[in-house]
């Protein structure tokens, strides 16, 4: 099919630029099956690869050992909580008589194309509706205790609702 001149040069172009594209767009020929093939058939030994050490072996550190993986599920799933825990007041008992009797805390976090938003909120269980709540893009302490401030600068002093999640004194309301 093709002629032992065309081949010759095919291969002594691949050989300058060391590219199949390349040298097949120069030529318009050969088919790629075709170059690989002649490429193979000049029994040219490649150099060896380099050897990639320490990748996929027990001593890379994407590879922990047993005893760590072991230690790190310990930590995580029977040490159980690092805080410690608050009292249950509400005992899923989610029912309140009057507004601003017991109140539920929570913070979400959603995902939107700009980033990761927070919304730390309060629920009164009366109603179900939310007397505060802030939206940050950090859940931390400031975002929840801002949120707290406000609700309980809207609270009259007769006022004291029951906080389930929250081992935070209401301070300033007696």
């Known amino acids: 099919m093709y002629s032992q001149e065309e081949i010759v040069t095919a291969l002594n172009i691949y050989h300058q630029c060391e ?3 390349r040298t097949i767009t120069t030529l318009g020929y050969p088919t790629r099956r075709a170059l690989y ?3 193979k058939n000049e029994n040219i030994h490649k150099p060896p690869r380099k050897e990639l050490c320490n990748i996929n072996t027990a001593n890379h550190p994407r590879n922990p050992s047993h005893e760590i993986k072991m230690s790190a599920i310990h930590r995580c799933f029977e040490l159980g909580e690092i805080s410690p825990s608050v009292p249950d007041l509400i005992q899923r008992d989610f029912h309140a008589d009057k507004p601003n009797e017991k109140w539920l ?3 979400t976090e959603f995902s939107i194309p700009a980033g990761k938003v927070y919304l730390s909120s309060i629920v009164d269980c009366f109603d179900g509706m939310l007397p505060c709540w802030t939206i940050g893009i950090i859940p931390d302490s400031t975002l929840v205790n801002h949120m707290l ?3 309980v600068s809207q609270l009259h002093k007769s ?3 029951i906080r389930q999640g929250l081992p935070l004194p209401m301070d300033g309301l007696d």
């Open 149 to 151: 401030d406000q609700a």
């Open 19 to 21: 590219s199949v594209t």
């Open 37 to 39: 093939t002649w490429i």
């Open 159 to 161: 006022e004291h609702p």
């Open 105 to 107: 805390t929570d913070i």
